[in-house]
C-alpha cells in the first residue's frame, strides 16, 4: 500500500513512530496500553479496536525502530481477530518538493474459511484507511 502526503518525511514520522499512541492517528482504535517497553524495539502494546470491528482486541510488538531510515516494523502476537503472523514493514520516503511517499507492505495467512482474496481485501482496506488518517493528521 503507497500513500502520498503532503508533507515533510520527519513531521510524518513523529506521528508514525508513537507505538505508544497509534490512536493518534488509527481511526480503529479506542485507547492503546504498554506491556512492556516504552515504545522502542522490543516493545508490546495491546489495543482496544472500537466496536464494530470484527475484533476487540490486538497485541502487538515494535519489531524495529529505525529513526535514521524512517523504517517500522510491527508484527501481531495476540487478540481476539483472525490475523495469524502478520507481520508489517512501514517505511518513509521523501519526494521532490518535500512530500512523503509512505509504504506499508504485509505479510499474514490466511484463515480458515477464508480465501487469499478475501484476507488481503480486508487488511488492505484497514491500511488504506489508516494511511489516509495518516495523511489527513500529518498535512
Known amino acids: 500500500m503507497v500513500q502520498t502526503i503532503n ?5 510524518v514520522w513523529s506521528i508514525l513512530r508513537r507505538f505508544d499512541h497509534p490512536q493518534g492517528y488509527k481511526q480503529f482504535i479506542k485507547s492503546c496500553t504498554m506491556i512492556a517497553g516504552t515504545g522502542g524495539s522490543g516493545s508490546v502494546r495491546e489495543v482496544m479496536i472500537i466496536s ?4 476487540r482486541t490486538s497485541k502487538e ?7 535514521e531510515s524512517y523504517v517500522m516494523m510491527v508484527s501481531i502476537i495476540g487478540g481476539d481477530h483472525r490475523l495469524q ?9 521523501e ?6 511517499v509512505v509504504m506499508e507492505s504485509y ?3 490466511v484463515p480458515a474459511g477464508s480465501s487469499k ?3 488481503c481485501a480486508f487488511v488492505d482496506t484497514i ?5 489516509r488518517s495518516l495523511a489527513r493528521v500529518s498535512e
Do not use: F, Q, W
Not at 508533507?7 to 513531521?11: K, S
Not at 491500511?127 to 494511511?131: A, D, Q, V, Y
Open 7 to 11: 508533507a515533510p518525511p520527519r513531521l
Open 52 to 55: 464494530g470491528m470484527p475484533a
Open 61 to 67: 510488538r515494535l519489531d524495529k525502530l529505525d529513526d
Open 85 to 93: 503472523n502478520y507481520h508489517s514493514t512501514t517505511s518513509l520516503h
Open 95 to 100: 519526494t521532490e518538493g518535500g512530500k512523503t
Open 107 to 109: 505479510v499474514v495467512d
Open 117 to 119: 482474496e478475501e484476507t
Open 127 to 131: 491500511i488504506g484507511c489508516n494511511l
